[in-house]
């Protein structure tokens, strides 16, 4: 089974902080994805990555930056905290195929994210 | 543009009855479509996908039907259980740079009364 795992659950944070929410998947899956999940909103991705050291921007990327040192690891962070980006921050991986990047995502547990 | 979209927001079925749950898409050029089932607190769980060179998919008690002629995608839950209670997205794979993203519907919530 994949497992996709997040550094925490929940976090609560001060504005201004400079924030790392961390994922971790165990099945040398090349694509890796940051979104966030507002009500209302659904699923908007933030940042993804395609291979180690390398990133791209989602749909809301502002505010947010990424790191891919290891194939397993996909790291976001948020370098100054602000109460808009309180919300559940969801990790995805996903294995490539067929060289078109098509590949179910396998999302991790979420971590909810409290910006006071 | 792109989007995915659900038609009902909400549905509740009585226990045991078959779910329906449906999903309008806009990009004919997509060719991969995912069902995910989240529960609350959880992240999305993946129920079953199906590649656009196909109209029909099943699998443990869920069908996945694909319409291309009028952009249509729908999830059938076959005799529904209080388990089977969540929020259900479907996602489409659209091509991007060197790879493909997901483009989620908004999400309908099945309520199973007992």
């Known amino acids: 089974d994949v497992k996709v795992t997040q550094s925490s659950r929940y976090l609560v944070k001060r504005t201004g902080e400079k924030v790392f929410l961390e994922c971790v998947q165990d099945?040398?899956?090349?694509?890796m994805f940051w979104y966030r999940q507002d009500p209302g909103l659904g699923l908007r991705l933030i940042y993804f990555?395609?291979?180690?050291?390398?990133?791209e921007k989602g749909d809301i990327p502002e505010g947010y930056s990424v790191s891919r040192e290891k194939k397993e690891r996909f790291s976001l962070i948020l370098e100054s905290a602000s109460t808009n980006q309180t919300s559940m921050y969801l990790c995805?991986?996903?294995?490539?195929?067929?060289?078109?990047?098509?590949?179910?995502?396998?999302f991790g547990p979420g971590t909810r994210l409290l910006v006071l | 543009g792109e989007s995915v979209g659900l038609h009902l927001p909400t549905l509740s079925v009585q226990e045991g009855d078959n779910s329906i749950i449906n999903c309008a898409y806009s990009?004919?050029?997509?060719?991969?479509f995912i069902w995910y089932k989240q529960e609350s607190g959880k992240g999305p769980q993946f129920i079953i996908d199906?590649?656009?060179?196909?109209d029909k998919r099943q699998g443990q008690r869920v069908t996945v039907l694909l319409n291309k002629t009028v952009k249509h995608l729908s999830l059938q839950i076959a005799a529904t259980q209080p388990g089977d209670s969540a929020v259900y997205f479907c996602?489409?794979?659209?091509?991007?740079?060197?790879?493909?993203?997901?483009?989620f519907g908004q999400g309908t919530e099945l309520s199973v009364k007992p």
């Open positions: 995805a991986s996903s294995l490539e195929e067929t060289g078109r990047g098509i590949g179910t995502q396998y």
């Open positions: 099945m040398d899956h090349e694509n």
């Open positions: 990555s395609y291979d180690v050291k390398m990133k």
């Open positions: 990009n004919s050029a997509s060719d991969y």
């Open positions: 199906i590649r656009s060179n196909m």
């Open positions: 996602a489409e794979n659209i091509l991007y740079n060197q790879g493909g993203k997901l483009i």
